[in-house]
């Protein structure tokens, strides 16, 4: 395993863990979601289950998170984040162990991220597991409405909220990240996802809910398979979750390579 520190269309620096496999049977990107980094327990657990099938795997913090990449949380929108895994696939391009096609997992803003990417580029991606997905604006505008999170955002501008995976960092999100988001969906080009996909989701989670989920899982044309995590909130934190992500991983990884 090693780290590599690459610049991204803007300069600004992009850190990424790099796990090369012996005899490699493919190459897959991991990418977080809002607020998040390469090093969180869920991303790690799924590297961990591409490296055991020998897989090469890049997972890399997007700029404007909370990781070792450049940038503010503030600037954080999903056009940046789509831009920072563009720049990063474009530089493994280049490098000795590319192979293509390759498969791409997200979650939450990462998963529309690796979506939006396969639905641009499907003949470069073998396989999709967008996890706990955004699925599209428009529906996290409504499930936000629906809380009551959107008028006071709206209203003073600003989204704050503790950080549960850096303790102590206050998250400010200004209104212009939703404004950005909706311009994003994944659901007019979903039959373009004929890749085999895998979705799985907290039983939960209301950041990015199982019928949002199902929405789009009912509109994909391919081989796919949905799971939901019993108890599971959005980042799978609670007692055996991470474990039954990972075996979700590993069994579905198990049929890529009869394929």
Not at 59 to 86: P, V
Not at 99 to 114: D, E, K, N, T
Request: charged share 25%.
């Amino acid at each position: 395993m090693k780290k590599v520190f690459i610049k991204n269309r803007k300069g600004q620096k992009l850190a990424i863990i790099l796990q090369e496999a012996e005899n490699s049977k493919g190459l897959v990107f991991v990418m977080h979601g809002l607020g998040g980094f390469k090093e969180q327990p869920h991303i790690q657990v799924i590297a961990d289950a591409f490296s055991k099938h020998q897989y090469d795997v890049v997972r890399f913090d997007t700029t404007n998170t909370l990781g070792e990449s450049g940038g503010r949380y503030e600037d954080a929108t999903i056009t940046s984040y789509y831009a920072d895994l563009e720049d990063v696939i474009k530089w493994a391009t280049t490098q000795p162990w590319y192979r293509a096609p390759f498969i791409l997992v997200g979650h939450s803003l990462g998963g529309i991220c690796v979506g939006l990417y396969a639905e641009n580029h499907p003949e470069q991606v073998r396989a999709l597991a967008p996890i706990a997905t955004t699925v599209s604006g428009k529906l996290s505008f409504e499930s936000k409405e629906d809380a009551g999170e959107l008028s006071k955002w709206r209203d003073t501008g600003w989204r704050e909220e503790i950080s549960v995976s850096r303790p102590g960092v206050i998250k400010r999100l200004p209104w212009s990240h939703m404004e950005d988001r909706l311009k994003y969906d994944l659901l007019p080009f979903a039959s373009r996802l004929a890749m085999p996909v895998l979705m799985v989701v907290g039983e939960r989670d209301t950041d990015t809910s199982p019928n949002h989920q199902k929405i789009l899982f009912n509109m994909l044309p391919g081989p796919k398979e949905i799971h939901v995590i019993k108890g599971s909130e959005h980042s799978f934190r609670g007692p055996g979750h991470l474990q039954e992500l990972g075996r979700f991983f590993s069994l579905w990884i198990d049929s890529l390579n009869q394929t």
